[in-house]
């Protein structure tokens, strides 16, 4: 009854629903695109095997380790991937090409969601991290499909956020086979919200099973020598207000660091032609990264502006901003850069990577800036200290490998499904 009335509001909603969708393809026109994907008509399915949704770019880059060993492991049962943004779309052909089928997931109604399963008929269904919805869950129980949450994280913001409508989610929550989380404490929110503990198992972050691509490095490696010797720092991932703050950072660490090149890369595409006009406007030189160009001696920023770089471009710093800290947004993957062996800083903001980030700074691989003054003293205090850099980065070092194999016991778990 309850799923029932959820269903009549959200269909009672989809007039706006629909307007926020041209909304977003006015201001991004690769959503005005495959809308029918979005109702379960079309996109590239592949029946009978393995499902797996990842809702945007990171939970894409999240899973594609986990998706090459099931390729490597099943080679008779077809992937499909679903996802719902196009920067995940696109991440996700750039990662995949045809080696797997992919579509957008449907809006959550539950015939729309039937349409889709009947179509998949898939061996296994899993879903990156908590992009949950309650008829996709229903309609895959009903479907008898084995339904995995797959590096499943559950941050205590997200956790009240679900109590507040228990009576919707519970249900959603107790449906699911397994859940492979990432730490003790998210099992424990897991739990409260309806998750059988029998059917949990903390595995750790596959996000520490990171391994940069050899060809990655090299290319990064190229890129890098074409710049001269100049220090270089990366704030990645960044979001609306924070910008800002960055940039005024990089203008105070000029005065004592001129040849500095700072590598800004907005978290959202639509975003990018706005922050160059923001890099402009602060008065600073810049190259952007999609025209192909390479920083010279006067340019003070190089904007990265393209997608699927963003581990190539922290590859080519010395120092790691992480964004979405700044701000409350709650921060992003602090690892990938920790794997790369580089001094890690974040602002207070955390809130999604908690245990992680608290991880690192206790390793002493991360530090955290209040505001953009604390951030250009610490990159100045980096950039001017190759031993503390050193130190910083193989202190993150460290703790990736120290906590690898998460990767092993999820495919097992996936595994033991597909025998059922």
């Known amino acids: 009854m309850i799923r029932t009335l959820y269903s ?4 009672l909603c ?3 629903v629909l307007l926020r969708l041209l909304y977003r393809a006015w201001r991004a026109p690769a959503y005005a695109k495959r809308w029918s994907e979005r109702f379960a008509l079309g996109g590239d399915i592949r029946s009978g095997g393995i499902w797996v949704h990842a809702v945007s770019v990171g939970e894409s880059i999240a899973a594609a380790p986990m998706v090459r060993e099931l390729l490597k492991r099943y080679p008779a049962l077809p992937i499909t991937i679903t996802c719902m943004t196009p920067t995940g779309s696109e991440q996700i052909r750039k990662l995949f090409g045809g080696q797997v089928g992919h579509a957008y997931l449907p809006y959550d109604l539950p015939w729309l969601q039937r349409r889709l399963l009947r179509k998949l008929k898939p061996r296994v269904g899993i879903i990156m991290e908590t992009e949950l919805w309650p008829n996709l869950v229903a309609e895959c129980k009903q479907a008898g499909v084995p339904l995995v949450l797959a590096n499943a994280r559950l941050s205590e913001r997200s956790a009240n956020g679900y109590q507040r409508v228990s009576w919707l989610v519970r249900p959603m929550f107790a449906a699911l086979d397994w859940v492979a989380v990432q ?3 998210e099992a424990r929110r897991f739990a409260a919200l309806g998750v059988d503990k029998s059917e949990m198992t903390v595995t750790g972050s596959i996000k520490f099973d990171f391994r940069p691509a050899s060809e990655l ?3 990064a490696a190229n890129l890098r020598a074409e710049w001269g010797g100049r220090p270089v720092w990366i704030a990645a991932s960044t979001h609306a207000g924070e910008d800002e703050q960055i940039l005024r950072a990089h203008q105070n660490l000029l005065r004592q660091l001129p040849d500095a090149l700072l590598i800004l890369v907005p978290r959202h595409p639509e975003r990018f032609d706005g922050v160059a006009r923001l890099v402009s406007d602060a008065g600073l030189a810049q190259v952007r990264r999609s025209q192909g160009g390479t920083p010279a001696a006067t340019d003070a920023v190089l904007l990265g502006d393209t997608m699927g770089e963003l581990v190539m471009l922290y590859a080519c710093a010395d120092v790691a901003f992480v964004g979405g800290s700044l701000v409350l947004n709650g921060g992003h993957n602090y690892l990938e850069p920790a794997a790369l062996g580089l ?6 903001h955390r809130f999604n990577f908690v245990e992680i980030s608290d991880l690192l700074q206790g390793a002493g691989a991360l530090q955290v800036v209040a505001d953009a003054s604390a951030l250009e003293q610490a990159v100045l205090q ?7 850099r050193e130190q910083a980065g193989s202190a993150g070092k460290a703790v990736v490998e120290a906590n690898q194999g998460a990767l092993e016991l999820l495919l097992q778990g996936i595994g033991q499904r597909l025998q059922h």
């Open 8 to 11: 009549l509001f959200f269909t």
């Open 14 to 16: 989809m007039p706006l």
């Open 183 to 185: 730490s003790q404490a």
């Open 217 to 219: 490095l090299a290319q």
């Open 343 to 348: 001094p890690v800083l974040s602002g207070p």
């Open 382 to 388: 980096l950039l001017s200290d190759a031993r503390l």
